[in-house]
């Protein structure tokens, strides 16, 4: 019997290791390859699809705050704002990246929503009483280009934005009047209360006060108190620049007395300006709707006495009240001028006249 060199040197038997082919080898490193590069292609697809979204969602929500900023500036008039926020809505989808927005004010879940004075506002709290709010939302509709073939077709994205418009005093115009030709400084201290000193003689009964805009007197100390007016009171007695206005005569220091500094319900302006957050307001420090602050519209008398005195709106004015006397004469309410707007500026009725307004983009 033959042997070979190790078992004829007394080493065992060896195994033998079988080996692939060299081109079975080549194969699996080809079908490894292959599914990477799939997997690679894929995860590039999904990015580009992924990228997509992205940049919809920023148009969406570029959109969404341009229009709110653009429609809150029209409040409190809804239907002025719905149409200047769609307007906004068309014009930016004519050059928007090659994405189209899309916001439908109506129907059961409109994207338009409205809020007025003492609504709660969502991610803000409630409003004072002579603030809106509106939220605009759009909805970009993205068409998957890669993520088809997992079949998905595509996504839509949605975003929006919530503004809150308000007056600095937190109200409408305080039914009372001071001289336009004043030289007002600001912190400067001044006699708001024209019946004790008239910036204009010969003006008998007509006491400082002016008759609401809508004409209804009733409504005369609610709005000089500024508490928890409604919507319809405030629109119909918004004013303007060159409005002609005629004299309330006849009110009593008791009357003005518990619209501004004490009141049996304890709402005068004075007394809520007690409350939280107010209490430790100055007027170097101070909340932009403290109920101090009261905005007059400055005026040039036209002539006429008691009911029938005239007076021409030239501006507006802001005023922080430091004190009222209604004790002894002379009776006084002493306020601070914050600031205004001078004759000429263009815009609505009331809000850059006075040049008081804020719109706060909330979310």
Known sequence: MNLDKDQASGAGPRLAISRWPRNQQQGV???????MLLVL?????LT????RLMIAAQVAQDVADAAALGGGAELPYYDAARIQALSIVAANNESQRGFQAVCSPDGDDPDMLFWGPYEEVPDFGPLGSAAWAMRVTTHVPVSYIFARALG???ATVTRSCTVVRMPVGGVPIAPMWVNYETDYQYGQEQQLLMADGPHYENIPGSFGWLEPPSGDSSSFLELLCGYDLTYEQIVANYASIDDICTAYPGLSVGQWRKALDNAP?????MERAMWDPWAGDTFDDFHDNNPRIVIIPMCEYLGGSGSSAEF?????????IESINTQHKPYSIAGRFIEYHLPGAS?????????LWTTRMVK
Do not use: K, N, S
């Open 29 to 35: 490193v080809m079908v490894w390859v292959t599914l």
């Open 41 to 45: 292609l894929g995860m590039a697809a």
């Open 48 to 51: 580009i699809d992924v990228g």
């Open 152 to 154: 998905l077709e595509g």
């Open 265 to 269: 319900d304890g709402l005068a302006r």
């Open 312 to 320: 021409q709106i030239h501006a507006f004015g802001a005023f922080y």
């Open 347 to 355: 815009g609505d009725a009331l809000a850059p006249e006075t040049g």
